[in-house]
């Protein structure tokens, strides 16, 4: 399993933007799939976006899109999430999450998941 960690949570207002970033420990990056999910308090983990192992594929859910764009640098063996126009909704614990499947987007797609980074969005 690979080893990631996110991080550049914090807490902003509402309109504001945020950029998570998740690091892969594997120099096999580059052939998974990788997510992102959410988890706010009391409410199950959700599907915020998704991208191919090249960059080329990327997927949404209904309530993020034109307002989240997720990227990734595999030289870098990162995956980004660029989060802008942030809803006080938004307010989670975002996990990235790597996957040997093609497009998934269900938990039990993903093998190997991050310690999360907390989002904070404030009306």
């Known amino acids: 399993q690979v080893q990631l960690v996110e991080s550049g949570g914090g807490l902003v207002q509402a309109g504001d933007s945020l950029r998570l970033s998740c690091a892969a420990s594997?120099?096999?990056?580059?052939?998974?799939?990788m997510g992102w999910f959410r988890q706010a308090p009391g409410k199950e983990r959700e599907f915020v976006a998704g991208?191919?192992?090249?960059?080329?594929?990327?997927y949404y859910a209904d309530f993020v899109k034109g307002r989240f764009t997720i990227s990734r640098d595999n030289a870098k063996n990162t995956v980004y999430l660029q989060m802008n126009s942030l809803k006080p909704e938004d307010t989670a614990i975002y996990y990235c999450?790597?996957?040997?499947?093609?497009?998934?987007?269900?938990?039990?797609?993903?093998?190997?998941w991050g310690q999360g980074t907390q989002v904070t969005v404030s009306s």
């Open positions: 594997e120099r096999t990056f580059s052939t998974y799939a």
């Open positions: 991208i191919s192992r090249s960059g080329g594929s990327t």
């Open positions: 999450a790597a996957s040997r499947a093609i497009m998934p987007t269900k938990r039990a797609d993903f093998a190997s």
